[in-house]
Each structure stands twice: as structure tokens, then as C-alpha cells.
């Protein structure tokens, strides 16, 4: 017989304890959160009957995925990033915001403070030059109506041929496929890259442990991570995911939706003055219109570094 407990008021009275609602300081958002915590924490135990082994493993695992600061790869890989998407996206429609390009998640890989270019940049450092296809990325950012925005942010940054990005990697250097694009007067971005390969989970690492347990994958499809601003418009988070990749709609992050595949096409004619086989890959972007000033500014998610 299940023995329960959680639900009886000398509990409920030692959590609200724990949870610091018998004194008057700290924060009161933080103690309802904590609270809940503890009381959904109690019953998920009682529930699933789960034993003493089971949740010291649990405590363990925890102390393990924050020492390998994977706890946001984690989060995007049991679909909660995707998930805040689906529900901002119904807050948005039950608000009458709607239209433009799909926001996706953002990842745990964005480094603030990427050099600003106005129009047109190379991303690449040519460390990859004899192994990597070079590719331009080029589209327009749109407003509301489908004119261009000029003087619009695009903050972009993607992997390189090995699946790893600068400031995570050592062996790249300082911003690395990483950069800030204003848009000119026709809303235009360009930039010259290199194709970025797939990746997946560290197969030693706590989230793919995780996953494994979940009989899952750990990998990603080829993809270009962006953030477009401007003032006036709304913030967009989202990503490009590259077509004909195996995993494009297997993605273990959750990230690709409809309207956010690129097209990518490969070609040999030399119209680009560069030798051999390269890539092209246009992609525009339409933002909203920011129904509050606050709307133009991304989340304030802890990131690397400072913004510059």
C-alpha cells in the first residue's frame, strides 16, 4: 500500500517553511516558485513511488549537468525551450499578434558583443579555407508590410565544419562566425561564410546521457542561428535550418518549423570568384510591429559575456 502524505496540512505547513513564507524577507515571487517546487517535488515522489536510489541519483546527475554547464542544452533537448515558443505563440495569437517570421529557440550558444559590419561582412577567419564550402548568405529584413527596414540588427552566428562554435571552442578564434550586420537602405544583409556541419550532444555528457535513457538522439541539424532588431519592431529569435540535412525535421533540439528551412543550393560556375564548388542560401526576414517598447528587447537570459 502507497503510503502518502504530501497533501496533509502539517506538510503543506513544513514546506511553506522551507519555502521562507515564515518571515518577511526575501523575494515573495521566488518563495511561491519554491513552493511549488517542493509541493510538485513531494507529490512526483509519492506518485511514481520513487525509491531513495532513484532520487539520489537525480541530485547526482543535477550536480553533474551544471559541473558541464549543459543544463540549457538539456532544457532544449526535452523540448521546454520549444515550448516557451509554443506558448508565447498562443499568448500572441489570443492577442491578435501575429504574422511574420517564426520565432524558434535560441540555444545556449550565443556570445554577446559579435563585430558590427553595416551591409556586408565575411564571418569566417579562412581557418577552414581548404576544407569548408564557402557560402553566401544574403536576404532582406522586412517590416509588417513587406517594406524593407533599414538600419535593422542581424546578430548571427553558426558552427563551424566540425559542429563547434568560437568562445565554447578554444581553437577558434575571437568571434569566429559570429557578427552584427545593419541593414542598408533596402533592408539588404550580406554575408560570406562557410556552410556549417550538424552536431550532436556530447556522447559522454549528462544530456546525452539523459537521452539515452529516453531510447533518443542527441543531433542537430546544419543550422544559422539569428537575432533581428529594430526600432519600432518587435525582437526575433529564431534559426535557419538547412534543407537536405538528415536530421532537418528529426531535430533533437525541436527547432526547425515550418517557414524556417533554408533552401540551400550548391553551385560550380565560378560566378562568385571563388574556386570550385560553393553555396548560396536567401533568406528573408519579416518582423512584427513591437506593441510595447519593451518588445523590442530579447530576453534577459543570463548569456556569455557582456553586450558591447
Known sequence: MTVKISHTADIHKFFEEAAGFGNAEGNPRIKSIILRVLQDTARLIEDLEITEDEFWFAVDYL???????EAGLLVAGLGIEHFLDLLQDAKDAQAGHTGGTPRTIEGPLYVAGAPIAHGEVRMDDGAEEHKATVMFLEGQV???NGKPVEGATVDLWHANTCGTYSFFDQSQSEYNLR????TDAEGRYRARSIVPSG??????GPTQEC??????HGQRPAHIHFFISAPGHRHLTTQINLSGEKYLWDD?????RDGLVGEIVF???????????YAELNFDFQLQAAPEATAEQRSSRPRALQEI
Open 63 to 69: 550536480n553533474r549537468l551544471g559541473g558541464r554547464g
Open 142 to 144: 522586412l517590416d509588417p
Open 179 to 182: 557578427r552584427r550586420i545593419i
Open 199 to 204: 552536431y550532436g550532444c556530447d556522447p559522454q
Open 211 to 216: 537521452l539515452d535513457l529516453l531510447g533518443r
Open 252 to 256: 533533437f533540439a525541436y527547432a526547425t
Open 267 to 277: 553551385r560550380e560556375d565560378g560566378a562568385r570568384g571563388v574556386p570550385g564548388r
